[in-house]
């Protein structure tokens, strides 16, 4: 399964981004798509997650309210509009593919990563 993370790049506190993370046909509705994010000097962390069927998407507590995942399953792509980006929001950006439990909070369980997005939010 290929990932193909898109979308970062550098923007200001307050504004938006959105990522897209392009896959092979039916790996959307295959498997939970999820996103994480990795800070520099930091561990790769849970952001949000969406179900392959009808669960509904969760998220990392810093980010509720402000970051919304979406899927579109013709398109084969999952996005995550980040709103009210902070400075602590800067990280490199993946998109995962998984199928077991859909309720996870790292990445041991992940079965698929896709390369990173770097997203930098200055203050």
């Known amino acids: 399964v290929q990932l193909q993370a898109s979308g970062g790049g550098l923007v200001q506190a307050g504004t938006s981004l959105r990522l897209s993370c392009t896959a092979a046909r039916g790996t959307v509705s295959t498997y939970h798509m999820g996103w994480f994010r990795q800070a520099p000097g930091k561990e790769r962390e849970f952001v949000a997650s969406i179900s392959r069927r009808h669960h509904s998407p969760y998220y990392a507590p810093s980010v509720v309210g402000r970051f919304t995942i979406s899927k579109d399953n013709a398109k084969n792509t999952v996005y995550l509009q980040m709103n009210s980006l902070k400075p602590e929001d800067t990280a490199v950006y993946y998109c995962?593919?998984?199928?077991?439990?859909?309720?996870?909070?790292?990445?041991?369980?992940?079965?698929?990563w896709g390369k990173g997005t770097q997203v930098t939010v200055s203050s």
């Open positions: 995962a593919a998984y199928s077991g439990s859909y309720y996870i909070s790292g990445g041991d369980d992940i079965n698929y």
